[in-house]
């Protein structure tokens, strides 16, 4: 306890109870001293602050040596890294990433875009891997700015053979460049956010950055009223870091008429385009069906599809669509050689349908100016025709030849009718037992046995290049090994698109489709 003077005359404490006071009065001041000096600190660095919330992990490491370029340019006194997955094509995607990791996280991603037959560009920004800086807005901004000069200069990459892809944080870097090169084919918003006021209004309710007169920055949805490049906005409705509604306040606010929506169903924020299913070494084949698939990717081939119906302009009726997904299925379910709808449904002569009059959806026309067609209306499932158009083309820029389409999709009762009018059973399929039921199979030019095919110099050529090309757009020539294997004689005219890398590994193994299904199926009777 502290001592006290009493005043001799009184008995009071009066010199006591003026120190408490005195005492009192120095440590209020120096308290409201001390906030005022944290407050400024706070305040004079809010822009810091703010950043690292937005940008928590800054990830500083060397990036991996792989198959993709690395191109380095200079902006302001630092240095800015890309990769660049060159595919020899005219039309690049720009792809901006998240921001809970550097580009090392991202491979597949570009993969995934790059299978789409365009070159892919990807940034790092910032703080992130080798590019160095702080990322402020600005500084993002000018990064992206200095390496795109770099690019028009030193590899001729124009502004109208460019899609900007953007994910997640890094939209408003990606609006800022759609802005700034108005010319450009497309720009695709997934997972993207209004503002940090409308994120700010997520987590807490209201608009901190207004309390300390801080400007609503990364606002995209104040610079896509300005934006005159096609827009495809795509968004999970279970996504729980950025709002699903948030698709919709971006989707009004840009005024431009060719504007599309996808709708993810059950998807959340992140993963949405890795489609690596399986290692791709490939080492063996028999562990392909046991191998880890990931279980993020729900929409794989539907999304594929319709973001190359988007960057070529084709577009579908709707301005909104919603790509569904059952959420008790998992890969294995689309990896599945058994079920009628998957894209690498397996049928023979021994196997059929499991409904004879099965018909999929999702049929568009094949259009191609190197393509002859022998009817007017031929339609194959999207995911074949892109593929088969991009074969056209190199077809014909390696013969100068226009490819001959002779049948597409057959129905169980056109089948039907083909073998009523008599065709043997090693010749023609019976309904409900033709790969033609897919639509995923196509005959190329007139023949009717393999002998009378490759007896003309110029179809044996042809198929000369197709059987060391073809895997490349994922076809594969289904019955190439007579009756006691494929249940078919050899047809080099018949090509089966199968998904992903299933063509590639097939070739690499010397194996057909029957082959494959017999390994998956050790217990089947069938022998060869």
């Known amino acids: 306890m502290a001592k006290t003077l009493i005043d001799s005359r009184t008995g009071e404490e009066v010199l006591l109870v ?19 000096i944290l407050f400024l600190m706070f305040y004079l660095n809010l822009s ?8 928590p992990w800054m990830w500083k490491d060397t990036l991996q040596e792989h198959w993709m370029e690395k191109i380095y340019a200079d902006y302001s006194e630092w240095k800015v890294v890309w990769l660049f997955l060159d595919n020899g094509v005219q039309d690049t995607i720009i ?30 920004y910032p703080s992130y891997s080798e590019t160095e800086g702080f990322p402020y807005e600005e500084n993002v901004y000018a990064a992206n700015t200095a390496f795109f000069e770099k690019l028009i200069k030193e590899r001729g990459i124009k502004q109208e053979n460019l899609i900007i892809y953007w994910y997640s944080v890094w939209s408003w870097s990606a609006v800022e460049f759609a802005k700034n090169n108005p010319k450009s084919k497309a720009l695709v918003i997934m997972s993207g956010f209004t503002s940090r006021y409308g994120m700010s209004e997520k987590y807490f309710w209201m608009s901190v950055q207004k309390i300390f007169w801080l400007k609503n920055s990364f606002n995209n949805k104040e610079k896509l009223a300005s934006i005159t490049v096609p827009t495809l906005i795509i968004h999970g409705n279970k996504d729980s870091i950025v709002p699903y509604y948030m698709w919709e306040q971006n989707f009004e606010a840009s005024w431009f008429k060719n504007k599309r929506f996808i709708e993810l169903d059950w998807a959340g924020h992140n993963w949405i385009l890795a489609n690596r299913f399986w290692d791709s070494t490939k080492e063996k084949v028999m562990n392909i069906a046991d191998n880890t698939m990931t279980k993020n990717l729900k929409y794989g081939q539907s999304l594929k599809s319709y973001l190359k119906l988007f960057f070529e302009l084709k577009w579908w ?15 294995q379910y689309l990896f599945n050689l058994e079920d009628d709808n998957s894209l690498l449904k397996y049928v023979s002569a021994k196997k059929s349908f499991n409904d ?9 026309e094949i259009k191609s100016k190197n393509l002859i067609k022998q009817k007017s209306s031929m339609k194959l499932r999207p995911e074949a025709v892109y593929n088969l158009e991009k074969m056209w083309e190199d077809f014909y820029k390696q013969f100068w030849k226009k490819l001959l389409l002779v049948s597409t999709y057959r129905s169980y009762n056109t089948q039907k009718a083909i073998k009523d009018w008599w065709c043997p059973d090693e010749f023609c399929s019976k309904a409900g037992f033709s790969e033609h039921q897919t639509w995923l199979a196509v005959d190329l030019f007139e023949a009717t046995t393999k002998t009378e095919f490759l007896s003309k110099p110029h179809l044996k050529k042809y198929f000369e290049w197709l059987e060391e090309n073809a895997h490349k757009y ?55």
Do not use: C
């Not at 003026?18 to 005022?36: E, H, N, P, Q, V």
């Not at 921001?99 to 365009?118: A, I, R, S, V």
């Not at 294997?485 to 698109?497: C, F, K, M, Q, S």
């Open 474 to 528: 994922w076809f594969h020539n289904s019955y190439q090994k007579w009756l006691e294997i494929d249940t078919y004689v050899a047809e080099p005219w018949h090509w089966r698109y199968l998904w992903l890398e299933l063509a590639e590994i097939l070739k690499e193994n010397n194996l057909t489709l029957a082959q494959y299904y017999n390994l998956l199926n050790p217990n089947l009777e069938t022998k060869w």
């Open 356 to 364: 004879k009059n099965y018909v999929p959806e999702n049929l568009i």
């Open 95 to 124: 792809y901006f990433h998240w921001n809970w990791e550097n580009l090392n996280y991202f491979y597949q991603d570009m993969q995934y875009l790059g299978d789409l037959w365009y070159n892919v560009i990807a940034p790092d």
């Open 18 to 36: 003026k120190k408490r006071k005195y005492k009192k009065k120095k440590s209020s001041f120096k308290t409201l001293l001390f906030l005022i």
């Open 317 to 331: 009726k709707q301005d909104k669509i919603k790509l569904t997904w059952d959420k008790k299925l998992d890969m």
């Open 48 to 55: 810091n602050i703010e950043t690292l919330m937005t940008f």
